[in-house]
């Protein structure tokens, strides 16, 4: 079975700094897609960004970024420039790729905090 | 719709009372799926839709709940007897077919037994 794993409970991160926040998973698939989402008060889950297996290269949306490290089984998201309403629970998860495959595997989630 | 819809927002009952729970998905979308997000924990897959296909209800914690989805669009899940551990926020995700890789999120409902 796919597991999810992230270390961190809790991070702070001052305005306009960088905050990496870490993620691991476990699977015996090759092809897969991960993902960050967000969760504001609003519980609203929010997609931050994806990465495909296949691709070497690590996904980036504005000031969000990722280290994928495929060997390691290794995801982690930076935020750099944090801003205010960057604060929420951030979920890492994961998808295998292909036909019959639809649910989503979380971690437990890391709740990050922006310092004025 | 625009989004994913979700109600009630809050909900609180009686140990031992049914509730059931909606989601309206969105417009087109042909799966549909319940997580359940325990304080303090990731969510936790409950059952999954695709089209007229019978459900995977793989996910379903026990007995006691159920879902729905009439006309391939609204899902109810049904919480019969309710059980104080069964308090957490309950999410509703659709996507435009199973491998759709992108799943859109409703803002869940909260369910508290007391």
């Known amino acids: 079975a796919q597991t999810v794993t992230q270390s961190q409970p809790e991070m702070s991160v001052q305005e306009a700094e960088t905050v990496t926040l870490s993620c691991t998973y476990d699977?015996?698939?090759?092809?897969?897609?991960l993902f960050w989402y967000k969760q504001p008060p609003s519980r609203q889950m929010i997609l931050v960004i994806r990465?495909?297996?296949?691709?070497?290269q690590n996904a980036t949306e504005n000031r969000f970024s990722v280290n994928f490290q495929k060997a390691a089984k290794s995801f982690s998201l930076k935020i750099s420039d944090s801003q205010l309403g960057d604060a929420a629970m951030y979920f890492c998860?994961?998808?295998?790729f292909g036909a019959g495959s639809y649910q989503l595997t979380f971690g437990k989630g890391t709740k990050l905090s922006v310092i004025p | 719709g625009a989004g994913v819809s979700q109600s009630p927002s809050n909900k609180v009952t009686e140990k031992g009372k049914d509730v059931e729970l909606r989601c309206d998905p969105i417009s087109g979308h042909t799966a549909l799926y319940w997580y359940r997000q325990s304080l303090g924990q990731g969510l936790e897959f409950l059952i999954y839709?695709?089209?007229?296909?019978?459900?995977?209800k793989s996910g379903l914690p026990s007995d006691r709940f159920s879902a729905e989805r009439t006309g391939g669009s609204v899902s109810t899940l049904t919480i019969q007897r309710t059980q104080q551990e069964d308090s957490a926020v309950y999410l509703c995700?659709?996507?435009?077919?199973?491998?759709?890789?992108?799943?859109?999120f409703g803002q869940g409902t909260r369910l508290t037994v007391v």
């Open positions: 990465q495909e297996a296949y691709k070497q």
């Open positions: 998860a994961y998808k295998v």
């Open positions: 995700a659709s996507s435009l077919k199973a491998t759709g890789i992108q799943a859109f």
């Open positions: 699977t015996s698939e090759s092809d897969y897609y």
């Open positions: 839709f695709q089209g007229n296909s019978a459900p995977d």
